[in-house]
């Protein structure tokens, strides 16, 4: 699937409205690669999207090379494991 977002104010031309119009009579093709869904398989899905933990800012925030290594050695979630460290971190700061 190909998800494009257009710019506020921006039209589609006659062409581009055509070729919409009959992309969604095509058939869908499912393979290994994308095979088609359960109806367990759907329902979690749709419950893992509803579930979203996080809807918040980007924020870019510089620290030192020591914490990112750091950060980068707990493995492939580390951006949003320091997102809850910062959520967390926050949450018990009680300014005095």
């Not at 190909?2 to 393979?31: C, F, N, Q, W």
């Not at 869904?37 to 933990?53: G, L, Q, S, V």
Request: negative net charge; charged residues 35%.
């Amino acid at each position: 699937m190909v998800t494009y977002e257009l710019k506020p104010g921006t039209k589609l031309t006659p062409d581009e409205r055509k070729m919409l119009s009959d992309a969604k009579k095509l058939p869908v093709i499912y393979d290994d690669d994308s095979p088609e869904m359960t109806a367990d398989m759907e329902r979690a899905f749709i419950e893992a999207r509803r579930e979203k933990p996080y809807r918040g800012e980007p924020l870019t925030l510089y620290v030192s090379s020591a914490t990112i290594e750091k950060a980068k050695g707990l493995g492939e979630g580390y951006i949003a494991l320091l997102g809850r460290l910062l959520d967390r971190a926050l949450e018990d700061y009680h300014p005095a």
